[in-house]
């Protein structure tokens, strides 16, 4: 891939406002909940936004924050009551782009772990794939269920200073948040019923039924008999309460790897009325411990022998092993390429431009302008590993250049997008907070865009990170009916 051909702008941006036009006048499909609120006066925001914290307490929805200390920190779910508003139209192009992706991002992977024709053709560079991490020489050659590899995906979009949306990144190993998003909706609908009774937002509550009927899909054995296990870490995993969430709501088994066996191919569920065959797994561990006999020997939350019976036809994994080659961020430059070789197409929905750090004219572009760059580790997640260049330190600065040049391949960098911005109800006020957007794509007999995801929003003020893992919240995400 050549270097970007114009560099990043320079100066200071206006980020786009989607509650407000350039007039400071609510847009037009806020219109109606602007008035409410104005009708409704500060009292009533104060008492249902003391509700929903209250309710999400009740109901136990929290996640965990890891210290420096490793020791886990288990946190109330932070909720902002204002929905965000996505018209029928603006959804028709994120839905078709999401599709689009989805579909040329699991071919690539099924071209990888096959006949590598991408590699052949010179659309990829051989180094990029073979130096990467995630990419599983161990899994090459076997055909997953379907011919599917990205079964749940999490695609990470924001509006850019223009109003355009944007990807940012593609989740496909074990995206989360799904749970959040579904209990947002929960939440937001008994606190706001009036609300729903003036707009037509469309569901996003049957996430789990949709999902069920994907992995039903993945038996082995067929349809009408599939036995599935969500396969967890833990209860000290960050995101546990979306694994207990998800078993129960899909009225699956959660288990761990002990909790599983493997005899001549198959892998079976230990239970108090002996083994159960298990047809498929939706794991929620990553690669490495996934089994012991083939990646990790250490790992302890695995089950020996999975891949095997992978291999063999007799269990269906999912997200497959291997998917995460396919959203390291150093081969997401390349997905634009990846869209036009497999289908043909230009693509729907753009990416973010995007500097490699193994091309010597980017890199030394980049060590020059680090002030107005987002530096980020191609494996790294949940905003770890990365340098927000205007909040950075000259100290900080060095090190990541110094990371960089010892280890290029590990590093991207992107210049800083000022996320677009919404109204939140902030201690007693309306202010704007930037936000970003996690749909969630299924893709079983079909593919299929649950109409919402999760909107995450960087609760500090002037922040530009959303995670949850550093200070970032969470809204309701509407969309739209035509």
């Given at each position: 891939?050549?270097?970007?051909?114009?560099?990043?702008?320079s100066g200071p941006k206006t980020s786009y406002h989607e509650f407000y036009?350039?007039?400071?006048?609510?847009?037009?499909?806020?219109?109606?909940?602007?008035?409410?609120?104005?009708?409704?006066?500060?009292?009533?925001?104060?008492?249902?936004?003391?509700?929903?914290?209250?309710?999400?307490?009740?109901?136990?929805?929290?996640?965990?924050?890891?210290?420096?200390?490793?020791?886990?920190?288990?946190?109330?779910?932070p909720f902002d009551l204002i929905p965000r508003i996505i018209t029928a139209?603006?959804?028709?192009?994120?839905?078709?782009?999401?599709?689009?992706?989805?579909?040329?991002?699991?071919?690539?992977?099924?071209?990888?772990?096959?006949?590598?024709?991408?590699?052949?053709?010179?659309?990829?560079?051989?180094?990029?794939?073979?130096?990467?991490?995630?990419?599983?020489?161990?899994?090459?050659?076997?055909?997953?269920?379907?011919?599917?590899?990205?079964?749940?995906?999490?695609?990470?979009?924001?509006?850019?200073?223009?109003?355009?949306?944007?990807?940012?990144?593609?989740?496909?190993?074990?995206?989360?948040?799904?749970?959040?998003?579904?209990?947002?909706?929960?939440?937001?609908?008994?606190?706001?019923?009036?609300?729903?009774?003036?707009?037509?937002?469309?569901?996003?509550?049957?996430?789990?039924?949709?999902?069920?009927?994907?992995?039903?899909?993945?038996?082995?054995?067929?349809?009408?008999?599939?036995?599935?296990?969500?396969?967890?870490?833990?209860?000290?995993?960050?995101?546990?309460?979306?694994?207990?969430?998800?078993?129960?709501?899909?009225?699956?088994?959660?288990?761990?790897?002990?909790?599983?066996?493997?005899?001549?191919?198959?892998?079976?569920?230990?239970?108090?009325?002996?083994?159960?065959?298990?047809?498929?797994?939706?794991?929620?561990?990553?690669?490495?411990?996934?089994?012991?006999?083939?990646?990790?020997?250490?790992?302890?939350?695995?089950?020996?022998?999975?891949?095997?019976?992978?291999?063999?036809?007799?269990?269906?994994?999912?997200?497959?092993?291997?998917?995460?080659?396919?959203?390291?961020?150093?081969?997401?430059?390349?997905?634009?390429?990846?869209?036009?070789?497999?289908?043909?197409?230009?693509?729907?929905?753009?990416?973010?431009?995007?500097?490699?750090?193994?091309?010597?004219?980017?890199?030394?572009?980049?060590?020059?302008?680090?002030?107005?760059?987002?530096?980020?580790?191609?494996?790294?997640?949940?905003?770890?590993?990365?340098?927000?260049?205007?909040?950075?330190?000259?100290?900080?600065?060095?090190?990541?250049?110094?990371?960089?040049?010892?280890?290029?391949?590990?590093?991207?960098?992107?210049?800083?997008?000022?996320?677009?911005?919404?109204?939140?109800?902030?201690?007693?006020?309306?202010?704007?907070?930037?936000?970003?957007?996690?749909?969630?794509?299924?893709?079983?007999?079909?593919?299929?865009?649950?109409?919402?995801?999760?909107?995450?929003?960087?609760?500090?003020?002037?922040?530009?990170?959303?995670?949850?893992?550093?200070?970032?919240?969470?809204?309701?995400?509407?969309?739209?009916?035509?």
């Amino acid at each position: 891939m050549p270097p970007l051909s114009s560099p990043a702008s320079s100066g200071p941006k206006t980020s786009y406002h989607e509650f407000y036009a350039d007039d400071f006048s609510p847009r037009d499909h806020y219109r109606l909940l602007w008035d409410h609120i104005r009708a409704t006066g500060n009292n009533a925001l104060e008492t249902k936004d003391h509700e929903s914290q209250l309710a999400l307490q009740t109901e136990g929805v929290t996640f965990t924050v890891y210290g420096e200390s490793e020791e886990g920190i288990e946190r109330i779910w932070p909720f902002d009551l204002i929905p965000r508003i996505i018209t029928a139209a603006e959804w028709v192009r994120i839905e078709s782009g999401l599709k689009q992706r989805v579909k040329a991002l699991n071919l690539f992977l099924e071209d990888l772990y096959g006949e590598q024709k991408i590699i052949k053709d010179g659309v990829i560079p051989p180094e990029l794939i073979y130096q990467g991490k995630d990419f599983r020489r161990e899994i090459v050659g076997i055909v997953p269920p379907r011919g599917i590899y990205t079964h749940i995906s999490g695609i990470d979009i924001i509006r850019d200073e223009q109003g355009d949306f944007l990807i940012l990144e593609d989740n496909l190993r074990t995206p989360s948040g799904v749970s959040y998003m579904i209990e947002n909706r929960v939440i937001e609908r008994r606190i706001l019923p009036e609300f729903f009774n003036k707009y037509r937002v469309r569901r996003v509550e049957h996430y789990p039924s949709l999902l069920l009927d994907a992995l039903r899909c993945l038996s082995p054995r067929g349809k009408g008999t599939a036995e599935i296990v969500l396969l967890t870490p833990g209860i000290y995993n960050s995101a546990y309460f979306e694994h207990t969430f998800l078993a129960k709501e899909m009225g699956i088994e959660l288990a761990e790897g002990r909790d599983m066996v493997v005899v001549n191919d198959i892998v079976y569920l230990k239970t108090t009325k002996g083994l159960k065959r298990v047809d498929v797994i939706y794991r929620r561990i990553d690669d490495d411990y996934l089994d012991p006999l083939i990646f990790r020997s250490d790992s302890s939350l695995g089950i020996a022998g999975v891949i095997n019976a992978w291999r063999a036809g007799n269990v269906a994994i999912v997200n497959a092993p291997g998917s995460g080659i396919a959203d390291d961020k150093a081969v997401y430059p390349y997905v634009p390429d990846i869209i036009r070789y497999y289908l043909g197409q230009q693509p729907i929905l753009k990416n973010v431009p995007t500097y490699q750090m193994t091309n010597v004219t980017d890199r030394e572009y980049v060590f020059d302008n680090m002030e107005r760059m987002v530096v980020k580790a191609v494996s790294e997640s949940g905003g770890y590993g990365m340098l927000m260049g205007p909040s950075s330190t000259a100290a900080s600065r060095k090190e990541f250049m110094d990371l960089v040049t010892e280890n290029p391949r590990n590093y991207i960098a992107q210049p800083v997008v000022y996320l677009s911005r919404h109204i939140c109800y902030m201690d007693g006020e309306l202010e704007a907070r930037h936000l970003d957007l996690r749909p969630f794509v299924i893709y079983g007999e079909d593919i299929q865009v649950v109409p919402g995801g999760l909107t995450r929003v960087a609760l500090r003020k002037g922040s530009l990170v959303v995670n949850s893992s550093q200070g970032g919240g969470s809204k309701d995400t509407w969309v739209l009916a035509e």
